[in-house]
RNA sequence: GGGCCCGUAGCUCAGCCUGGUUAGAGCGCCCGCCUGAUAAGCGGGAGGUCGGUGGUUCAAAUCCACCCGGGCCCA
């Protein structure tokens, strides 16, 4: 049969593979074939699709793609649903975006309903672009029937998730202090602050609170990083075991060179400031000296003036502007007074409710000071610059500001808006999800980390800081919370756990009913609660959208109300893969959804992957524009580079650099390797009428170099499914690369090219059945190996090599019992003695056309080379014979080299003495050595005894051959020509130009020539002695020898050394 | 301030867990070779104080401590 040509395009192979996968429908029937088996489960976590797919997509996907594919192949149902995000933050602002408005109060007059409705149609907007890079790319999922996260039945099973964790007691409404995000009017979740922090640099400031009543009419100095909070102030919180200082300002500035303080503000002489004795040195930019020393219990309860006195009503709160103790204050940093704002920080709200300050606030929810904020702020957002100026000139005009400064700090912003947000009180709906800290800590320790330290360290010191997830958000276009509360009494509560049980409370449901804002907003009815006369209305808020990922597991069954089989089946997921930057995200959220529901470990394995960087390792931003189209990397170097790119230049979870250079030599490395041993294997099949349908011969009974690949072909099948089975995909890339180019390619095909044409040269009958069969072999289990991580090559490569049929629809190989350790290790001697011999060629500057009478071999102690490996290594290096020096007993010399491994533990300090005494050791006592003697040597006056094992012993020889040696092998060459040898190097420099000829003339490689030379006598003589040995390599039927000769040919003249050639080559047409 | 990762040749990375003699690949560069796969392939060479300092040890890229630089995540 003939096998087909395989196309010189990447793009060709490609496209001709997604054809084939089109009209067959191979994903399906990958599943389908599996049907029966066990299943592998996967879990997709959902991309929002609302932005485009970046290269770094490509990194996450192929990684889910490959263990999904391989698993497939080693006999497991892999199941593969897609999924999409399709609510929350990101959603609703490119909704703003698309509709020009920008906040709350603009989405409510425009109304919710078309708020969503936008939102609704946005959702789609990019998973075009998602499913045709996915599908380009290879990653084979299910996108015809995806999980939606706003779908009716996805939102209800999160009603039922929720309902659980009600009666669980672990859900409860909640007054506390939460990253608040103002322009988008909602608190973030913490692993939501965890995707924005940003290093900034602002003001701090230092402040000066006026005790009221004291003798010295002392200020107490205190510093803050939030200006915006002094509004809010209430307190002074102290240490009470820190020690505190009164310090007198004196008339000069403290430091000469930079008289301080700088700015406005500043301290008048004579004026008494008091903070923590530990701080003075750095905070007190006058010269001063200290008048009092008190610990900070003796501060406690003493009152201040307000810095901004009618900001707050505190009638009636008698700690108001007082000094309050502390545990949390240390004097690492500020002054060792900190400043308390009830409503904003999470400190300041703990304290205020022990001490009993008022809960008022002075910023409202856009952002902006209340009306009651004295000194023109009110209506300014508290984050402007002009604000800030406007604080600052208060704090001046009023004489509290001591100093300012720029801080640099990391400051958590809206990771979607970008937003500096703010530490806000605020009405909140939590899950306590610390009441299952320990759990989380059980089952994260039981899951297969990739890497381990992921899981360890970072998710697991996070774990052990968990704090209760604020699981509301204040919006629009989300799943709405199923929680009814009484009108009259707050505790009246019911959270509804499916539509079922809201339509017999609240009335029938339409049959299409979506649960989505406004339209659920308007459902209630009338408490149940005994003589209560309540109205049950829905609260207004929505679920974090992490809430939503997190209950995939089955949510996407639409569990309990269904599926509850393919649930059971699928749960908990045998492996996810996702960035590292959703350890926070939907690592957490799958996790604390599964212990709470049902004290499980949502998923077995996860692979983490970290970022795609630029070419100079700079993260890819949009804004930055080095971020790299996708498109662009496929067009270029096609899919399969791509992905062979990612998975084996470096492990998933180290940051990539987006590499060029690296892909291109991945195509020219492995790709264009395989492409051309395919290529070759076809060409030869062709002409020899071989197929993979002819009778081969057992492998025991084939060819050395056979039964070398083949053995090797068995390690390495069983090294690859190991490093798959481990999820180290990147070992498992570099095995088959090593193979394909290495083994393969560049030695057995090499060493093996003549046994593919039955017409070999020297006449002997070839094994081209055998060849052509463990080639085929070879091929078609490295395209098997390949195919999870390069699906589009492997399948072309597969389907050309056996009739149409799918690598991805075949086992994944198995290794048979061909190993044969002894001749892998024998072919590796060979390969080791080549490297040497063509060093040593290019020592004596004799090209490998040129023969040589002989090599002399070292090889390491105990091995040999039979005569067979011999005969091999002679015909790479072009030599006549190869001589092992130890068995011609010529010019060998033993040395010896220390094994400081076994001699260390016995000779402690005076090992490298001995090492030294023993590298210098006589042949005659290394001989003794080498036959297994213990041999006693005296080392500097002390006798110890030497066991063999204390010296690895090296054959040396001394020689003025051209020789080379390393690892234990030698290769020395004998480099006079005789008169034969150098006509038969001419006779094959002639066979080389006849070859260029033939391939310059376009004929084939099966063409028959009529061959003429002429030229200098040697030439001449050269050609006519191995005239036989130059028309079978060149197939010429004819061999005219000499000008007289070689009339009607067309001549061409070419150089060979120091003569002149001419040279006609001539197609016989047969 | 805390957690995790990284720092090895001009570049991209192995090796480190389990210490052992001259630290390996690939790319790039220089030189050479081969070609019945050929806009390929092979070999050789130059190139490294293994981020720094200290420690443990007969012996440290490897183990420990501290520091420096980079990244990510948090406070």
Not at 103 to 131: A, M, S
Not at 313 to 319: K, L, N, R
Not at 465 to 490: F, M, Q
Not at 1035 to 1061: K, Q
Request: glycine fraction near 8%; charge should be negative.
């Amino acid at each position: 049969m003939a096998y087909r040509p395989i196309p010189d395009s990447v793009a060709a192979i490609e496209e001709d593979v997604l054809r084939a996968w089109d009209e067959e429908d191979t994903f399906s029937l990958s599943l389908a074939a599996r049907d029966d088996a066990e299943d592998f489960v996967f879990i997709e976590g959902p991309p929002t699709a609302n932005a485009r797919p970046g290269v770094h997509h490509i990194l996450a996907r192929t990684i889910k793609d490959v263990i999904a594919r391989y698993r497939t192949m080693a006999g497991f149902r892999v199941p593969r649903k897609a999924g999409w995000d399709t609510q929350g933050l990101p959603v609703e602002l490119e909704a703003e975006k698309q509709l020009g408005i920008s906040g709350k109060p603009e989405i409510e007059r425009l109304g919710i309903q078309k708020f969503n409705d936008v939102c609704r149609q946005n959702v789609f907007k990019y998973q075009d672009e998602w499913e045709k890079l996915s599908r380009r790319i290879g990653y084979w999922l299910d996108y015809d029937n995806p999980y939606v996260t706003y779908a009716a039945d996805f939102i209800e099973s999160g009603w039922w998730a929720l309902a659980e964790i009600e009666k669980k007691g672990l859900l409860y409404r909640g007054y506390r202090v939460v990253p608040y995000c103002p322009r988008c009017g909602t608190g973030l979740s913490s692993h939501e602050v965890a995707q924005g922090y940003k290093d900034v640099n602002e003001p701090s400031v230092f402040i000066k609170f006026h005790l009221i009543d004291d003798a010295d009419d002392a200020r107490i100095l205190s510093w803050t990083t939030t200006p915006w909070t002094l509004p809010g102030n209430l307190g002074l919180a102290v240490s009470e075991d820190i020690v505190y200082v009164r310090v007198r300002i004196l008339e000069a500035s403290k430091h000469e060179k930079k008289p301080a303080p700088q700015g406005p503000g500043g301290a008048r002489p004579g004026e008494v400031l008091i903070l923590a004795k530990d701080r003075v040195e750095a905070v007190i930019k006058h010269s001063y000296e200290i008048i009092d020393e008190m610990p900070g219990s003796e501060l406690v309860g003493r009152r201040y003036e307000a810095p901004f006195p009618a900001a707050i009503d505190a009638e009636g709160f008698d700690a108001a502007w007082t000094v309050l103790a502390a545990d949390f204050v240390t004097a690492e940093d500020g002054t060792g007074v900190v400043h308390t704002a009830v409503m904003y920080g999470e400190d300041d709200f703990r304290l205020g409710t022990a001490v009993g300050l008022p809960m008022q606030h002075t910023v409202g929810e856009d952002g902006r000071f209340l009306e009651s904020v004295p000194g023109g702020l009110a209506g300014m957002h508290v984050k402007d610059k002009e604000t800030e100026r406007a604080i600052r000139e208060w704090l001046v005009e009023n004489d509290v500001l001591y100093f300012r400064e720029m801080y640099k700090h990391s400051y958590p912003h809206c990771w979607r808006c970008d937003s500096a947000l703010l530490y806000m009180a605020r009405d909140s709906w939590y899950i306590r999800t610390t009441a299952v800290k320990d759990r989380m800590l059980a089952h994260n320790a039981s899951i297969d980390w990739h890497p381990p330290e992921t899981g360890t360290g970072r998710m697991g010191e996070w774990l052990s800081n968990n704090v209760d997830w604020a699981l509301s958000r204040e919006r629009y276009w989300g799943t709405p919370l199923p929680i009814w509360v009484c009108s009259n009494e707050s505790e009246h509560r019911v959270v509804v756990g499916s539509y079922e049980e809201l339509a017999e409370r609240a009335g029938p449901l339409p049959a299409d009913f979506d649960p989505h804002r406004p339209g659920i907003d308007a459902l209630g009815w009338a408490c149940e609660e005994d003589g209560c006369g309540g109205r049950m209305d829905r609260v207004p808020e929505v679920a974090d959208a992490w809430f939503d990922s997190g209950s995939v597991p089955f949510a996407q069954w639409h569990y309990p109300f269904e599926n509850d089989d393919v649930f059971e089946r699928q749960f908990p997921a045998d492996y996810i893969a996702e960035g590292v930057d959703q350890t926070r995200g939907w690592f957490y959220s799958l996790l604390a959804l599964s212990t709470i529901l049902f004290d499980k470990a949502p998923f077995r394995a996860v692979v983490v992957n970290d970022q795609v960087l630029d070419a100079t390792g700079r993260k890819m931003s949009k804004t930055r524009g080095n971020a790299v189209d996708p498109w662009e990397a496929i067009e270029a170097y096609g899919a399969d580079v791509t992905r062979f790119y990612f998975m084996s230049g470096s492990n998933p979870w180290v940051p990539k650099r987006w590499d060029p250079a690296a892909l291109r030599e991945t195509d020219r490395k492995l790709f264009a390797t395989l492409r051309h041993t395919y290529r070759f294997f076809a060409l030869y099949a062709g002409e020899e009428s071989w197929s993979h349908t002819t009778e081969a011969s057992s492998v025991r009974e084939r060819h050395d170099l056979d039964r070398w690949i083949l053995a090797r072909l068995d390690a390495v099948i069983d090294e690859v499914g190991a490093a798959y089975d481990g999820f180290d995909l990147t070992t498992a890339a570099r095995r088959i690369q090593e193979f394909a180019v290495d083994d393969l390619s560049n030695w057995y095909v090499r060493r093996s090219r003549d046994r593919f044409w039955a017409t070999r040269p020297d006449g002997k009958p070839s094994e081209t059945q055998d060849a052509f069969a463990t080639l085929h072999e070879c091929l078609v289990v490295t395209a098997r190996l390949l195919a999870p991580l390069a699906p589009f090559l492997s399948d072309w490569l597969h389907r050309a090599l056996t009739d149409g049929a799918s690598v991805h629809l075949a086992d994944f190989p198995t290794s048979t019992d061909r190993s044969e350790p002894e001749l892998v290790q024998a072919m590796n001697d060979v390969r080791q003695l080549a490297g040497l011999g063509r060093a040593a060629r290019e020592e004596a500057g004799v090209r490998t056309r040129q023969p040589l009478a002989a090599l002399h071999a070292v090889v390491p102690e105990g091995r040999g080379l039979s005569p067979r490996m011999a005969a091999l290594l002679a015909d790479e290096l072009n030599v006549k014979e190869v001589v092992l020096l130890r068995e011609s007993g010529n010019l060998v010399g033993l040395s010896a080299k220390a094994q400081f491994g076994t001699l260390g533990p016995k000779h402690g300090a005076r090992t490298p003495i001995v090492a030294k005494a023993l590298n210098a050791l006589p042949s005659k006592i290394l001989e003794r050595l080498r036959a297994g003697e213990t041999v006693a040597v005296e080392v500097e006056g002390v006798e110890i005894q030497v066991e063999p094992g204390d010296v690895t012993i090296v054959e040396e020889t001394q020689t003025d051959l051209a020789m080379a040696s390393g690892g234990g092998f030698v290769a020395a060459l004998d480099t006079e020509l005789t008169e034969l040898l150098r006509q038969e190097g001419t006779a094959r420099e002639i066979v080389n130009r006849v070859q260029r000829l033939r391939r310059d003339a376009g004929l084939e490689v099966s063409d028959r020539i009529r061959l003429g030379v002429a030229g200098s006598k040697v030439v001449e003589r050269a050609v006519s002695e191995h005239t036989g040995y130059i028309a079978g390599e060149t197939l010429a039927d004819v061999v005219l020898v000499g000008e007289g000769e070689a009339v009607g040919l067309d001549m061409t003249e070419v150089e060979i050394d120091e003569f002149s050639v001419t040279i006609g080559v001539e197609r016989i047409e047969r």
